[in-house]
Each structure stands twice: as C-alpha cells, then as structure tokens.
C-alpha cells in the first residue's frame, strides 16, 4: 500500500454490511498530518459507522483501518488511545463524580503512566506538575475559574469544553471529533467553533465529524462528503461547496 | 518518606480515628459494650467494611459474595494455627495472601461483566464457595461443625520449641497470649493499620482511577486506561482486607464456620457500607461498629427490661407500648435494622456520612459550598 | 433409566416453582426495569397466605374433658375447629382442602400487596441507580421476613396436603414400565401442572389482551409507549400487582412440599436471581425455560452416580451453570441486546 | 495487660452502666482495678449466681431450643425454691435445699446460636464476657456443642451439654469443661440393633440419608456398625445439607436403589422433612426384594414426631427419656413441666433440666463455685431419681451412662401428646464402652480467666 509521506490516518478501502445493508462502502480516505479533516453529509449518510470503524468498535467487513503505520481494527479503545489517538464524543463523556480539574488530570496521568499503573504512595496532592499541566489545559479552554467545582454541574457547552481540555492535554497525534456543537446552543456552538479555530494552528491532526457543512467551513482543510455509505465528494472547503453533487446529496436528504 | 505521606486533613482524621479506636474499652463503657468480644467484632468488621467500600465505593462494582474472602482467610488462619504455630503473626500474613489469590482468580472471572450482572457472578461464587465448605470440602473446612483446634495438631514451628501441653493451645502474638482485651488492641492496631493504608488509596492517584471507573467507564477507556487491571486491583485489596478480617475472627477465636461465607454475610457487609456512607472513609466503620452493636446490645434486650424502661407509663399503656416495642428489639432488631436500611437508601442515599454533612452545611451556612473529601458518591 | 425420568420429574416441580419466581421477576424487571429483591419475599408472603387461610378456619374452641387426664394430671382439653363445630363435615373437607382454598384469599391480598408495593416504595426507584433498586428491595424484604416473624414465628409450620393428594403416583406404570419403578408424588405432580396453568395464563394473557400488548410493547420501549399518550405507569403498577399474585400463588402451592418459614423468600431468591440472568434478563421464555432446566439439573446432578463423578456438584451446579452462562453467553439463553447494560 | 484484663472483667462496672461509671468515677479505675478481684472467671460476687442458656431459636432446631428453653426458666424456678420442685425432691442427692446454689439467688440469661457455630460461640461469649455466666449449658446440634465446649475450655467456664448425640462431643472432642447427660449414637446403635433384627429381621439392606455433620457422620457410623452387625447390608450413604428443607431430590433415587429400609439419619425439622417426604414419595407403602419397605429414624424427639403427624406412625428410634416414664422423678417433671406450660416435656427440655440441676447440686457438694471442685464433684458421681434409673457419670470422659429408650410411633394415639411408645430398654451395662473406645484427651483441670 501506497502512502504519501505525510499521511497519519488511513482509511483503505473498507466496506461496512450489516445484515442486508451496505453501511459503509468502499471508503478510503487519507488523512495528512496536521490538517482537519472533516467528514460530512447528511443523517443516515454513515458517518457515525466510519467513525465507530475508526476508533476500533467496529470490524469492517473488508479494508483496514492504519494508523501511522499500525492497523487500529481489532485494538482496544484505550490501546489505541495510547498509540495518540483522542476522541471527543457526541455527548459529552467526561467524569461527572469528579471535580474539573481531576476530570483533566486524570488523562494527563494516562498519558504520563500508561494504560495500568498504580500510583498509591504519593497523595494526589502531591502531583505538582501535572496539576499545573492540568490548569494550563483548563485555562486554555476558559474554564480555570471552574476548576474545583464538581463536573455533573456544568452546563453541556462547559461539559464539551472540558472534554476538549481532557483530550487536550494529552497532546494526541490525531484528534477525532464527533459532532462536536451537537444539540448545542446558537451562543455554545459559535465559543466551540471559536476554541477550535484557537487551536487548529498547534499542529495536531484533526478529523471532525459533522452534519452541519456550515461549521466546518472556516475550520477544515479538506472535507470529504460521505451519502449513502460512499464518498461523494472530496476536496478544499471552497471547492467542496460548489460541487453540485453535494448540494443534491444535502436537499435530497434529511436535511 | 512518601509511605507514610498523607494530605494534613486526613493526617488530623486519622489522629482523631487513632483516639477513637483504642479508648474504645472507656467510651463504650456506658453503652455496656465494653467487652472484649464485642470491642474485637467492631475492630474486625470495621475493616472488612473498609475494605468492601475500597471496591464498592471507589469503582461502584457491587460485589454480593465478599464473605467468601472473610471465610478463606478465617479457614486459612485456622490452618495455620493447626499446621505451624499458635503465633498470629503467620495466621494474619497466610489469611491475607490466600484470600487475596481468591480474589484475584474470582476477580479475574466476574470483572469480565459489570453491574448486575457482576453482583450475581460474585454471588455465585460465593454461594459455590460456601456449599463446597459445608459438603465436599468437609475435610479442609470440617463442613457444618467448623473447622477447630485439636490436642494433636501438628503445629510443626511451635513443636520445636515447646512440649505438648494437656489443653489446647490458644493463638498468641510474640508468646504473649491473645485472649480478651489483647486481642482486641491487635484487632484495633491493624484496624489503624487497615485505615491508613485505605486514607492512602483515597487520596492517591490510584484511588481517583478507581473513583473515574465510577464515574465513566467509557471515558476511562477513550483516556487511555486500561481499565480491567485497575478494579481487580481493588477487587484485590478489597478481598485481602476481608481476608484480614476472617484472620482476625480466627485469632480472636479460633474456629472457622463456612456460614461465615452465607450471602447473607456478603449482604450484612453491603448494609453497613451503605448505611455509613459509600465512598467515604469514615462511614462503613461507623456503619459496621452501629450494626455490630445493635445486634449485640438491641437483640438482648427483653420484655422485662422493656417493662423496667417504660414503668413510669400508666399501667395499660405501660402494656401497650412494651408490646409494640418489643417487636422492634430482641428477636425483632432485623425488624429496626431494615427499616432503618430502608429509610436510609430512600431518604440518605449517602448514609449516616451524609446525614452528617447536611447538618453541618446547614450550621455552617457561611463557610461556602467547598467540597469535601467526602462527597464522591452521594451527590447525585 | 428409570432412576433417570424419576429425577426428570423431579426437577419438573422445583422447576415449577423457580419458573413462577423467575417469571414475575421479569415481569417487573421488564416492565419497570426495576431489580427486586423483595421478590422471594413475595413468594414467602404467597406461603403464609395459606398459613393465615388455614389458622383461621381452623381456630379452636377449647372445651375440657374431666374424664381424661393429660399427662400432668390436669383435665384434658379437647379443641376443636370453629368449621368443624358449625359445617360439620363439610368443614373438615374445607380443612382438608385449605392449602388450594387459600388460593382465594393469597389472589386479593398479594394484589394489594404488590399495588402497595410498586406505589409506595419502587415506584421512586424507576430512575435510580440498579444498586439502589437492589439494596432498598432487599431492605423492603429484610423488613417483609421480619414482620412475618413477628406474627408467626421463626419456625416452620407443616401445611398439610388435601388427603386425596397423599401418597405418590405410580407414574411409572401409565408408561408401561415396571409397576412401581417410577412413582411421584400427587402433590408434586399437582404443582407442576398448577405452573404450567399459571404460565400458560399469564402468556396467554400477555399476548391475546390489549393490556398485555401494551405491556410487551412497554417492556420493548417504554418511551415509545408513552409517546403513544398511553397511561403506562398505571398497567405497570398492575403488572407489579400480577407479578405479586404469580409469586404469592407459587408459594401457596408449594406450601404442603415444604413447610413455609419466614426465610422461604430468601432461600428462593437467590436462585430466581440466577434463573432470570441464565434464562436472559427481559426475557419471559428464557425465565420459564431456564426454571424448567434448572430444576431439572439441580435433581439430575443430585443422581448418585454423577455424584460421584464430580463430587458436590450437586451442591454447585446452579452457580457453576450461572457462572458459565454468563461468561459464555452474557445475555443468557434468550436475553435482548441492550437490557441492563448500560 | 494483666492489668487491663482484670479492670474490664469488672461486670458490675459494665453491667450498671452509666450510672456505673459516674459512681465510680470514671476512666481511671477501669485500669487501676485490684488484680486480686477474682481467683476464676466469673467469680459470682454479690447475691446471685447467673447461668447462660445457649439454645437454637431459629434454623433446623429451633423446636428443640424453645423446649430446653421452657426447661431451663423451670430449673431456675426449682432451684431458687420457687413452684413444686420438680425433680429435686426424687433426685438421690439432697443437698439442694432450693435456696439457690450455694445461698446464691440464680439469675440466668439466654442467646440465639442460630443453629451455627460461630452464632454459637458469639452468644456464648457475650454471655461470658458482658453478663458474668458462670455456667454454660444448651445445644441441640452437636456441631454447636463441640464448638461451644471447646470455647468454655478456653474460658475456664463449665459447659453442661443439653441435646448433643454425637459420639464426638465425649469422644475425640472432649473436654474437662464439658459434660453430657444425654445419651450418644453409639448407644442409640447398642439400643436399636436388635429391635429392628426382631422385627425387620436379618436379611435387609439399608439405604442412609445423612445429615452433613458431625453428629450425622457418628450416628451414621454407628448404624452401620450395629445393622451390618445383624447381617444387614449398606446398600448406600448419602449427605445432605443441615436445614435442606426438601429433601425430594435426595429420596428419589432411593427408590431404584434396591434398598428395602431407609435410615434417615436426621434431626429436628430436617428429619420432620425428610420423613414426611420420604413418606410422600411411598416408601411405606412399597415393596422391595419381597418385602415391607421400612424407614427408621434412629434419633427422635416426641416434637418431630408432633411435626410429621402420620408419617411417624410405626416408625422405629430412640430416645434418651419420654414423658410417659413412670419412675417418681419423670412423672414430677411432665406435672410440673405441664402445668407450667401446658405440654409435656420433650427429650430436650429433660436433658436441659438434668443438666442444670446436677451443676448445680455439685457446686453444692463442692461448697464452691471453683471449676476444678465443681468438675471433680462431677466427675464419677453416681445418681438416680432423674428418671432415667441409676446413673453414672464418668469421669474419663464426661458421659452419663444409663438405660436407652427404643421408641416407635404410635399408630393410634389416644391423644395429641400421646405420640411415641418405649417398646424395649437396652440397660445401662449393655450401653457402656470403654472410656478409650473413642480417643479424646479431657485436657486439663486449671481455671482460666476468661
């Protein structure tokens, strides 16, 4: 298999069937190192199924998913979290029994530790460094001020934010974001679009899901239109835009 | 030396508990619970529920079958006194290595499920572990009579140094014999002992882990962790820490009973846990020591005493209210326990601990609404 | 092989019984997606139903008799049943048939109960934690065992079966084989084809009613359900009364095999626990097939030579067929995807 | 340490409580408290004496328990002088006078063994250690005997044995603290062997289903020894579990198992259970090898025989004592037992009865509380007048000895007491064994302080 020099993410060649249906079908995508990437299209397109491939919880029924060099499929969440793969969710997935500032310290020990190690000598108390690691990452996303406060607490913008913060921190080679201003308010999505556009210039790949073209305009590099299971269409944001096949693909959908 | 590094509030905690523990022969006094057997119980089952609470209120795995560990280390204890020395010192260190092999093989298994489903493998180990003691096992365990100390033992170690005397030996630490209040300030020391070393899991790195297990399994796995090795862990420390309480029941009295393995012992465990407050440090032993006394002292109490308490009603309601009473003490103190349970899981889901901090955030309104280190489970 | 059908039929009425338990557990556990462990206590409850039937219509009068002398020298006292004293005979048949009678009474009292139940406690469980479901039921069963205590006692009282039930079938001989080689007692046999009725009921009521095809479209979606404008709580609280009645009616029954004490529920809970996750948790084919199968291993594994095959095993292979089914297949026999694994 | 023992054996102190503490003056005493309070544990220090009562109230023998219970408030009632008496005035001994023992009022107080050892021991303690019993007795489950006897050793207190059948109890787990009245398996084996030889004759063979324990497994043994004695043949053994409640998967392969006799070596409501299920399932009403299937249940209690109503019927087994004796000591026991509590006594609340009494009439011979006395006063003492004939209770190893009751059910019982018939006694020098016939070593005679 043939890779440019600067692909991190390869998505070669996969199909996707369950029972009768063609969820997925002969997807290949390359992602570049250091760019956004975002995939869009309309609900139903399949974009949930490819991200799910990605990430490993599902098996394509052909293809294989590389990452740097190492195929994902069949890895398990967290080993391919260590291998520098960060994921922000649909709904936030964060740490609702714990404070801010440990919902952000606790990947920073992942990173740190490893998948399994256990650290009972030292009181958390005394993790200095990761704590200012951990309120560095806080006061990127704005939320320094929030960090004692309990995470169940925190309105759905603050709980995403705080996501980011905890994926962030880790300093991943390759960020995946799924739907990242969903169900968010008008006020929420644009601080979202604003935080991202922030940190879009640190040099991490990025591959954001979305169903909504208009977000990811002023963020991605290259956006590739998935309907009905297969690419469509792929390119530069502008020269996606005027392509007539997508804007069929968004009025003959759901949308 | 970081070992022994704690954060200052729970260094002053655990000042405070040290204090607790060992004058418990002069504050329990009023309360007639000053005997050694009672004192002894409160020290064993405090750190079996501490223990219990490191795997149910740190990681939120609810384990139906933890007795099984209690039985194992007790048996194990038993066997130690039976085959190399009445010295407690071996009996503690074998009762809390056996049982933490268990643990890891019976952790190892059931940690594969979670939730309900995790409670009914742990339970049908337990229950597995319980019938096998009682029928096939008979001649490791002794079945229903328990396993007990015999004139000809082998007693390999002490038969080394010393004749065989006439009576049956008793277990002893250093020579010095463990019988009434020696065995309790050795149940209480490990009880300070089995405290520390559960105040270092809360407030290491280690112990978050175990609370973000919790909180989000799904997102400890995106983190990065692996999360399986982290509560076997617990499930680990957990089974030793009952192991070293079923060393103790057998120290304190050398016998070893598989209805200690019951479920219903598994489930007397959970009810202390959850009536002191899950996921804090103080209150499985507050929950152990009010169910251990009310057993104790509530389940004694019979009409004459009833009648001697309320004589100064009028006759007929003198009657009255010992006939209604009386069916909550004596026999009938499961009656109290569980609506007292009840009453509990519906209205204080965070036990007696959380009973506490209301009323102290409501005295004092003024401090503002910091956190405390013991607020982990009950908020939500 | 004859040894073997006798333990076959054997399991048939422990398998009986476990399916009744298994069953309204599912129900509930389906329906309200609630965890209760106050179900065998349910089923204790149904037992005592029969006790409380038969006290009652046996309450004595006490009369002496200066002729006689009990042992310690004082007159004797003959007692006698207030239904014998005024029927007569018929209230000796009605003595004699008290353990089935009481079905009259265990079907309105265990309804209230479950009503009482669902409405008073569980109903503010719907959306907690399954370990606090778990915990305040089995509080409510710790309190349920202890109040049957208080008012009958901590031992267990013989219920005896109607006289025409004693004594066993020689099931052997309808077979064609060795008159006397396979015999069974009626009583037993009567409890196997009483669950049978009571399942066959409860299924047929579940599928051929509107009723019960509310409650299987709730036990398959609930919001759906509700979105339909469908009052469901309502049929849920009377689907908790149903559950209520199956259990209390399988421990009415069971009565004259075992004498009923306080603890009955727990004995038995432990086991319909196991039952609903081999079975599959949500489902109510795989509950009444896993009773049915678990009963019968339970008895086969009792069978003197497989005894001594694997030692105990007659003691573990409820827990053992536990602990394997759920590694193996973690939603048991007939389990849906989805139910209790958030 | 030595110090802190002594300081908080001080009942008193613990039993007032707080107003205790106040009039004492608090902590400091507690430590500080004469070493020289008391010579031996429990040392009854004011004008009463207390015993602790260690019976089952709930699991397989609550029944039993409840008996010896009612037994033991009777005792206690006799022995401070109060109601008729009872056995005392027929007991060969005079020295209780029914003014207490040793002038000493006695107070009792009562635990729950739950029909478990550990339950057992638990109780026992407490009694022990919070409420100053200077005498243990109870049981009715030989596991939970042994288990509390070998306790008392350990605390220096006397254990007087109520219901305990296993040879063990005397046997290998005997003990210097430990006494028994009641009779054991072997001796029920002695009894019942050549009845069952009359009537079911020689040429049987028996199937045992056995309760899984101690007691079970000796009076297993025993039957074995005396049935295969007759030229009978053991055809299988099978345990069970104590409190199985149905016993239904365990009877059904008797069926095919070409036995003709079922040994259900049970007690208490397992054998209630058991022998109404076994019936249930026809036993008694088959054939097998060409004759009369039979049941026996070598240990029985006129209370199970109350519990499984017909079944018992014609039903063979023993028993250490039966209300119908007609000796003078027996027939004041069932009068006074009966007006009391309007029932007659059963083997259990007998042996309970004997037991506290024949404590507490060797603390009077004594003329003290100090164990060693007591036990040596124990120790060979030849009595009569406790309804079971002459008695000895031996000192190698702690048994009485005494004529064996072979009862069968009654098949037509005149009244609802009236359940089991004595059809033959096997006599006191057909029952007796050699002290070493079972090894066990009694330990030594020296008090601790518990």
Known sequence: MQYSNNTVLHVADVHKRFAGLHALADIDLEVEEGKTHAIIGPNGAGKSTLLNVIVGRLAPSSGAVVFDGQVLTGKKPHEINQMGVARVFQTPEIFPDLSVLQNVMTPAFAKRDGAFRIRMLNPLANEAALREEAEEALADVGMIERRHLHAASLSRGDKRRLELAMCLIQKPRLLLLDEPTAGMSRHDTNTTIELLKKIKSRGMTKVIIEHDMHVVFSLADKISVLAGGRIIAEGAPDAVRGDPRVQEAYLGGAH | ?380 | MEAIFAQLLNGLDKGGAYALIALGLTLVFGTLGVVNFAHGALFMLGAFCAVAFRELITYEIVTTDPEQLSPWGSPLEIRTPIAQQYLGDWGAVIIDYSVPLSILLAIPVMLIIGIVMERGLIKHFYNRPHAEQILVTFGLAIVLQELVKTFFGPNPIPQPMPSTFRGAADVGSWLGLTPGAVTYPWWRLVYFLFSIGILSAVFAFLRFTTFGMVVRAGMADRETVRLLGIDIDRRFTLMFGLAAVVAGLAGVMYTPLLPPNYHLGMEFLVLSFVVVVVGGMGSLPGAVAAGFLLGILQSFASMTAIKNLIPGIDQIIIYLLAVVILLVRPRGLMGRRGVMES | MTNFKKGISRRRLIKTGLAGVLATGVSPYIFSRSAFAQEFCNAPTGDTVTLGFNVPLTGAYADEGADELRAFELAVEHLNGEGDGGMIPHFSSDALTGNGILGKRVAYVTGDTQTQSDAARDSARRMIERDGALMISGGSSSGVAIAVQGLCQEMGVIFMAALTHSNDTTGKDRRRYGFRHFFNAYQSGIGLGPQLGDAYGTDRRAYHLTADYTWGWTQEESMIAATEALGWETAETVRTPVGAGDFSQYITPVLNSGADVLILNHYGFDGVNSLTQAVQFGLKDRQANGKNFQIVLPLVSDLMAAGAGNAMQGVFGTSNWYWSQQDEGSKAFTNSFGAKYGRPPSQAAHTSYVQTLLYADAAERAGTFYPPEVIRALEDYEFDGLGNGPTLYRGADHQCFKDVFVVQGKENPSNEFDLLEVVSTASRDNVTYAPDFFEGELGPYDPAMC
């Open chain 2, 1 to 380: 030396m970081n070992v022994l590094r704690l954060p200052r509030q729970d260094v002053i905690l655990f000042a405070v508990f040290a204090i607790v523990v060992l004058t418990m022969p002069i504050w329990l006094t009023p309360f007639g619970a000053a005997y050694p057997g009672l004192m002894q119980k409160f020290a064993i089952f405090a750190i079996f529920a501490v223990g219990f609470n490191i795997l149910f209120g740190l990681t939120g795995y609810l384990s139906f079958g933890h007795a099984a560990f209690l039985g194992v280390g007790s048996y194990t204890a038993v066997w130690s006194f039976k085959l190399f020395t009445m010295d407690a010192i071996p009996a503690l260190i074998f009762a809390v290595l056996m049982s933490g092999v268990f643990a890891l093989g019976i952790g190892f298994v059931s940690l594969r499920r979670s939730g309900i489903y995790f409670a009914i493998l742990t339970l049908a180990f337990a229950q597995m572990s319980y019938n096998l003691a009682y029928s096939v096992l008979t001649p490791i365990t002794n079945g229903e009579t328990a396993l007990q100390l015999t004139n000809n033992d082998p007693r390999v170690i002490d038969m080394m140094f010393m004749e065989r005397t006439a009576g049956l030996p008793s277990p002893s630490i250093f020579g010095q014999p463990l019988g009434g209040i020696g065995g309790f300030y050795l149940c209480a020391v490990l009880l300070l002992v089995a405290f520390f070393i559960a105040q270092k899991v809360f407030a290491s790195p280690f112990g978050m882990m175990l609370r973000a297990i919790k909180s989000n399994q799904t997102r400890m796995s995106y983190t990065g962790f692996n999360t399986r090795p982290y509560a076997l862990t617990a499930f680990v420390i957990s089974g030793m820490y009952a192991g070293l309480a079923g060393g103790l029941l057998a120290v304190t009295d050398p016998l070893a009973g598989a209805e200690r393995m019951e479920w219903t012992a598994s489930g007397e465990v959970v009810l202390m846990t959850i009536l002191g407050g899950v996921g804090t440090l103080v209150g499985p032993v507050i929950g152990a020591w009010l169910i251990k006394y009310l057993e104790n002292i509530f389940s004694a109490f019979n009409e004459g005493m009833l009648h001697a308490t309320f004589s100064w009603l009028p006759d007929g309601v003198e009657d009255i209210v010992v006939a209604v009473t009386s069916k909550f003490v004596g026999e009938g103190w499961h009656l109290t326990l569980g609506l007292v349970f009840v009453l509990i899981v519906v209205f204080l889901p965070g036990g007696i601990m959380e009973g506490v901090r209301r009323i102290r955030s409501a005295v004092a309104n003024r401090r503002d609404n910091r956190r405390t280190r013991f607020s982990t489970s009950a908020a939500e």
